[in-house]
């Protein structure tokens, strides 16, 4: 998602490291089920202030839309050239 929102002007940065994932706790007891694990490989965090307006807004919402789209079409070309050299 980085790769399509940064060029927009949108800043934005990986999840922050689940917690018994950081050096510092590596010796502590954790109980997890992969929700953190999950979440920190494919979520991210828009850097977004209380300045931000409804348009901002709208903004980040639409270039996130278009991201959600270009990889779905994405996919799709990589399926059909896929299907069409083993036809």
């Known amino acids: 998602m ?3 929102l940064d ?3 949108i800043d934005d940065r990986p999840l ?3 917690m018994h994932k950081q050096s510092v706790y590596k010796n502590n007891s954790s109980y997890t089920n992969g929700v ?3 979440l920190f490989k ?3 965090c828009l850097l977004y202030g209380p300045m ?3 348009e901002d807004v709208q903004y980040i919402v639409q ?3 278009d ?3 270009c990889v779905v079409l994405a996919k799709v070309v990589i399926i059909e050239t896929y299907m069409v050299a083993h036809i």
Do not use: H
């Open 42 to 44: 494919r979520g991210v």
């Open 36 to 38: 953190s694990e999950s």
């Open 7 to 9: 060029p927009k002007g």
């Open 52 to 54: 931000g307006t409804e």
């Open 67 to 69: 991201a959600v789209v």
């Open 2 to 4: 980085c790769v399509f």
């Open 63 to 65: 270039c996130i839309k």
């Open 16 to 18: 922050w490291k689940p």
